[in-house]
């Protein structure tokens, strides 16, 4: 009997071991849109988000209800070399046509790769719930932009449900250089013309409509009954999206970022974005403009957003997150 009992709590504990393995697996490795590689994080509360290797791009960022936090063209264009319209895109090292290079750069039109083995990253929250990517500079981009450069991007979900992403870029080559850099997150919301942006009051901003010329926002807030496309300079690290419709409240935190574009089309025609869609999204794009990152050889450059949804009125913590 007891030799039965024992067989029985051996063969407990191995499932239970490899379910833990299952429940522990860091992320799958799958195809996407057209056969593109993009790999799949889930948390043990199923909470998730998607990354596709191509662009290094965030596509999805699910809470435990399954609602997507993040908003993707209905006509986005999954087919390289153009870029996927929505999720979360990486722009560098060029941010939209503030210099000779092609509008946001070239990253995300590149493929990258999983990091093995990425070097300790300092003070970044701690989540089991995360994937690491690398870019390096290649022949063909030296010929557009001359720098030796190695990109790595981590994409993560907090305990709480948040996402967060921390972008390293490392100059090696043997010259100083500098970059213009941001991320541009298409943010879900009920109805664009339901919501709210707080946080940019008094700032500075460059109207992107009127060839960059520089105002001053004194409202209170921002809201939405046309096209908008602003460059806010020096702006604080927290900038909250408010959503009347869901009673919810996406905060945007941001580190290395100095400036933030805030961007609807409202019905502004774009090729690879759905007649309707723009009433679905907002974008609030941590970004580094004004005064460009300037990195001497074996420099690194850092930038985090992390990106958490509350219920309204509860932007500060202690909070429960809105799921």
Known sequence: MGNKANLIFLWAMLVAVVAMAKEHRPFERTKGINGLEKIIVRDRRG??????????????????KGEDLLFMSTKAI?????????????????????????????????FWEIDANP???????????????????????????PNKFVYRLRVALGHGGDLT???????????????TVGLHPYFSVSDISQIQVEGLQNLDYLDQQKNRTRFTDHGK????NSQLDRLYLRTPKKIRIVDHNKKKTIVVHKEGYADAVVWNP??????????EDYKRFVAVEPVAVEKPIILKPRQEWKGVL??????????????????
């Open 165 to 179: 992403l921390t972008s390293r870029v490392k100059n090696s080559d043997v010259k100083p250089f500098n970059f």
């Open 306 to 323: 992390q990106v958490s949804v509350v219920p309204s009125g509860c932007s500060r913590k202690p909070c429960i997150p809105h799921t």
């Open 266 to 275: 409202w019905e502004k025609k774009v090729s690879d974005l759905g007649v």
């Open 119 to 145: 070097p300790h990253l300092p003070s970044h929250p701690s989540s089991g719930a995360h994937v690491d990517l690398i870019l390096k500079s290649s022949e063909a981009d030296l010929k557009i932009w």
């Open 78 to 110: 999954f087919k390289p070399p153009t870029p996927i319209r929505g999720g979360i895109p990486v722009l560098f090292p060029q941010y939209a046509n503030t210099g000779p290079l092609p509008s946001h750069g070239f990253v995300r039109q590149r």
């Open 221 to 224: 807030v921002i809201t939405f």
């Open 47 to 64: 909470r998730s988000f998607e990354v596709y290797l191509y662009g290094g791009q965030v596509t999805s960022w699910k809470n435990e």
